[in-house]
């Protein structure tokens, strides 16, 4: 991949089409991930920041990495003083990183990010030093690889349900065709591919399933991490998404964002009004209108309700400290959070996200104005 774009933060991504690192201040890199536009690809600036500069190091979700790439370069822009590094590792692993317990030194952050928020258990781990802020919003979609089909391939509730509890294993399955009258599905194996670190995009996921098929409710829970039966698996939404790209007959879960930069095929899921509806901002939209925010601002949304609502959709936190020791630290973080929150919302329609419904946006900013120095 050749990346010819220069930029300032780092952007570490660890996938499971092998780990890599991004470098945007370099002339060019080669990597087996497919080709990306060079403007949505963050880089490392130089690898000692000038003394007195502000460092802030974060971690976690890579459902949401393609935006904070283009926020942090943006706001470093304007904030020539504030170099920002940010390693999309996972939900799961940035929360254990943001918890901070057992972690090496070089891992150790001063923001999360995760899709899942954080548990009563997490939070009570650090003496509830914590801080949730929704930052941004998305579909979670099933995208897949059957070249000769024609059209959206549409799924009902029963079967894509059927489908990730090893159920359903073949693209002409009658649960699959009884929804796709017209089209002629191969006598495929169907091959699911998943996640294998502990993922926010599976929570996703899962907290759906959870909520409309009762044969999955009984056997798992929502979870960032599944052991799912005879899958595919692979680190990251873009290994997932380069894994169904490579493999026919595929199907897997995977950031909206992820899909469409890379023209992966998505179904249109069935909702709970019984319509089919696609992954677009305007029923992602539809579907998190429907969130009752709660205090603390981890809201899930798993079966939304409504005639447009796209089924899985997910929010993605920030995950700040109540108090930070370093005065400059707190302020850099709550100055680029209450951007992120206001004008680097414009940037998230352009690379598939949603932009936070306003009374959420209000929500997390009332949030990060708590955050303080001790």
């Known amino acids: 991949m050749t990346v010819t774009q220069r930029g300032i933060a780092q952007f570490s991504r660890v996938r499971g089409l092998g780990a890599m690192t991004l470098l945007v201040l370099l002339a060019g890199c080669k990597s087996n991930v497919p080709e ?5 690809v963050v880089a490392q600036a130089e690898e000692k920041p000038p003394a007195g500069s502000i460092q802030l190091k974060g971690a976690g979700s890579t459902f949401a990495s393609l935006l904070f790439a283009r926020w942090f370069k943006v706001y470093h822009s304007a904030h020539p003083d504030i170099y920002i590094t940010y390693d999309a590792v996972g939900s799961g692993e940035g929360v254990r990183r943001f918890i901070g317990k057992n972690v090496a030194a070089q891992d150790q952050v001063d923001f999360g990010a995760s899709d899942s928020a954080m548990s009563d258990t997490q939070i009570a781990s650090v003496n509830n030093d914590v801080v949730m802020v929704p930052a941004t919003a998305g579909c979670v979609v099933l995208a897949y690889n059957l070249p000769e089909v024609k059209g959206t ?5 029963k079967a894509y349900a059927g489908i990730f509890l090893g159920e359903i294993t073949r693209w002409n399955d009658p649960l699959v065709t009884q929804s796709n009258p017209g089209v002629k599905l191969p006598d495929l194996t169907i091959v699911t591919v998943v996640r294998q670190d502990r993922s926010g995009t599976t929570f996703a996921l899962t907290k759906n399933l959870d909520a409309i098929n009762h044969r999955f409710r009984e056997r798992y829970r929502p979870a960032d991490y599944v052991n799912w039966s005879g899958a595919m698996r692979a680190d990251g939404n873009e290994g997932v ?12 879960y995977v950031g909206y964002e992820f899909a469409r930069r890379i023209g992966l095929d998505m179904a249109s899921l069935e909702n709970r009004d019984g319509m089919f509806v696609k992954p677009t901002e305007p029923n992602c939209v539809a579907a998190l209108a429907t969130a009752d925010i709660p205090e603390n601002l981890r809201v899930f949304v798993p079966d939304p309700a409504g005639a447009e609502s796209y089924p899985i959709v997910t929010f993605s936190w920030i995950l700040l400290r109540k108090s930070y020791r370093n005065p400059q630290t707190a302020e850099a973080l709550r100055s680029l959070v209450q951007w992120s929150l206001q004008d680097g919302q414009d940037y998230a329609p352009d690379l598939g996200y ?10 997390a900013m009332a949030a990060v104005n708590t955050v303080e120095a001790k």
């Open 354 to 363: 949603v932009q936070l419904p306003a009374i959420v946006a209000e929500k």
């Open 241 to 252: 998404a380069g894994l169904i790209e490579k493999s026919t007959g595929s199907i897997g």
């Open 153 to 157: 391939l549409r799924l009902s509730r």
């Open 36 to 40: 990306r536009p060079p403007e949505e």
